[in-house]
Every structure is written in C-alpha cells, then in structure tokens.
C-alpha cells in the first residue's frame, strides 16, 4: 500500500500544482500542503492510523530527497473519527480556511463520499483510498481511486468470492446478502447482486441493518431461517467483528459465508476473533511486486544451494510466490490460483481476487485506476 500511495501522490501532486501554477503564490521554500481528513478514532481506525502512517512515510522520504518539484511536502489532517457526518466539515476548512494545494481521500467508502461534493465545488482533482465505486453517481473526471476494481468496481470486488462458490461441488443455488445501510456496504451489494444473478443464484435474503447496530443476533437468525447455501455480508470492522461472532453463536449453517467483510484482514481483529474465523471466506488485496517476487526467490535459491554444498544446485525449481503461481494456473481451485488466491485463517480462506490476465509481474490493480 505504502508503494501505490507513493506513486499517487506524486502524479496527484504533480498534475494538480502543473495544471494551475499560479493558483497560489509559491516561493521556493513555500511547501507543497496536502489536505485529508483520515480515521484516526472509532470503528476504522486500525485502519486509518495505517494509511497516516504510509503517507507520513511517504512524506518523510520526499523531503529527504528534496522535496515534490522542488519544494518540501507538508500534510495537513484532521481526525473524521470514523464518521461520514464530519466529512464535509474538515474538507471545507481544509479547502478554505488552511488553503492547502491539494487534497486526498481519507479511508474508505463511507469517508470518500460525502468529501466528493465539496471537492467537486472547489474544481480540485482528488485521489481516494480504497473507495468502492464511489464516483459511480458523480460521475467527476478529476476523481481517481486506489483500489484494484478497474471499471467496474461494484461486481469486481466480490469476483473472487463468487467464483470460489462456484467451484463448490454441489454447486450452491441460493444465496443470502447482508450488509449495512451505508456508502460502501450498498455499492458491494449492488455487485453481488450482479455476480448472483450471472450464477443464476436465487437471493432468498437480501436486507440491510443500521450502521449503529451492535446485536447481530437477530439478523443472523433471520438469515439461517431462510437457509442459504451462500451468505455474503458487506461489513465494516465493528460489524463485522459482531457478524463474526453472531455467525458463530448461531452455529449458521451455510456452505460459503461471507465475501466483503472489512477489517478482518487487520492484525487487530485476526488476534481478537482467533479461532472464530475459520471456514470463513473473504476478501483481500494484493501485489505481486516483480522485484520482492525476484529477491525472494534469489534468496531461496542461495539458502538451497548452502544445504546441498558450496557451488551445487539442488534440484527442482525455486521456491516463491512465482512458482506458486504458475502451479495454480495448472490447477484450478488451488488456493493459489489467480482467479481465487486465498490466504488461509485456521481453516478458512481468504480469497484475493486478481483478474485472470494479470500476469506474474503485473499488480492486481492500479494506484490510478480510475472509479467507474
């Protein structure tokens, strides 16, 4: 992630401040102030207090070199507390009170949002961090996003998922979608329902709860008496750690379950949930950068050839993620296939879903890819 902010910032930065010079008087130590607001309190903060930290990073080195066109990198934040309504608030202060130059989304989806409009008015180009389809209703030219959905961010994000169910043997025929009654947990159903309706899934259960909800109980008791062989939930982090254990708590019988759920990829939560995250299947994002792919494999090839002596060459091809991958293309359903690549929790796996031409030197996605 830190790599894709990198690269975003720079071009961000980059074609804002080239495309109007003289928009604000700049000396040659007036420093270059990038705007955000970011979650830094509430229910997305583990992960926001990592997205800081890959920009202050990001910072840091810039400076180091010498600036962005000449000129050192300030940023400017303000904690949205993990709340859509503070939004509007911090990025018109940022826009007209602290005149920054330029200004970046905070994460996610539900931050995103409500920023578009006040960013739109002000005619500023505006790069967002893992914002699900968010542009799909505004439409701006000037918006670019940094997650691997391509131009069709909706159905894109649950592929992966999808795809797993239909390798089940008996292959599932209902499905059952759930999510909250917010930005992002709306846009990842809407593309579920597209990817159900091309499996030919019947949706048997297909509700949202409110955000605040904190029993998730009774929505996972309603779901198992509509008994669904698939369940697929659009969560954020406080719901899906209270979906997690009201699925267990329930003993919710299902043969797949559950696809979108954010937060269960953190550190935070896998130490939290443990042990009650097996047999779930979710989603995570991934980059297969050629040059570690490369280092790695040196480096197994060196500790190989000290085992079986000075100047020998064991046998066999080099360990890594690269030979991993060519195996999965030879079998299909491996959890290493790039239609379906997984990372197991327990027993569980967590599907990263990469499109089947990527190649092994190519990225999942793009830090530019534009929303649909």
Request: aromatic share 6%; charged share 20%; proline share 9%.
């Amino acid at each position: 992630m830190i790599k894709s902010l990198k690269c975003a910032l720079v071009l961000a930065a980059a074609a804002a401040l080239l495309a109007a010079p003289a928009a604000r008087p700049a000396g040659a130590a007036e420093p270059i102030r990038i705007g955000f607001g970011m979650a830094l309190t509430g229910g997305l903060a583990a992960n926001g207090k990592s997205a800081l930290v890959a920009m202050q990073i990001w910072r840091d080195d810039v400076n180091a070199k010498g600036g962005l066109l000449g000129r050192p990198v300030d940023l400017v934040f303000y904690d949205d507390q993990s709340n859509p309504s503070t939004v509007p608030g911090i990025y018109t202060k940022l826009l007209d009170v602290d005149k920054v130059d330029l200004v970046v989304g905070g994460y996610a989806t539900n931050m995103i949002a409500p920023a578009m409009p006040v960013v739109i008015q002000h005619n500023m180009a505006f790069i967002s961090l893992l914002g699900l389809a968010v542009n799909s209703e505004f439409h701006y030219p000037k918006y670019f996003a940094m997650i691997p959905t391509g131009p069709e961010p909706k159905p894109a994000f649950s592929k992966g998922f999808f795809e797993v169910a239909a390798a089940q043997e008996p292959k599932p025929k209902t499905i059952a979608i759930v999510g909250a009654d917010a930005e992002f947990a709306r846009n990842a159903a809407d593309g579920a329902r597209q990817n159900a309706k091309a499996a030919g899934l019947q949706i048997v259960y297909d509700k949202t709860y409110p955000p605040p909800t904190v029993d998730y109980t009774p929505i996972v008791r309603a779901i198992q008496a509509t008994n669904p062989d698939i369940l697929y939930v659009a969560s954020y982090p406080p719901d899906s750690a209270g979906m997690v254990r009201a699925i267990n708590e329930i003993g919710l019988n299902t043969k797949l379950c559950c696809g979108g759920m954010v937060g269960l990829q953190s550190a935070a939560l896998k130490t939290q949930l443990g042990p009650l995250l097996n047999g779930m299947v979710n989603y995570d994002f991934w980059l297969p950068a050629p040059t570690h792919l490369q280092d790695r494999g040196r480096r197994h090839q060196v500790r190989r050839e000290r085992r079986v002596g000075a100047g020998a060459r064991a046998p066999g091809p080099v360990p890594g993620r690269q030979g991993q991958r060519r195996r999965a293309v030879q079998e299909p359903g491996h959890p290493g296939d790039r239609r379906t690549t997984a990372i197991r929790v327990g027993q569980g796996e967590i599907p990263l879903h990469c499109r089947k031409e990527v190649r092994p030197s190519e990225a999942c996605g793009s830090a530019r890819s534009r929303a649909a």
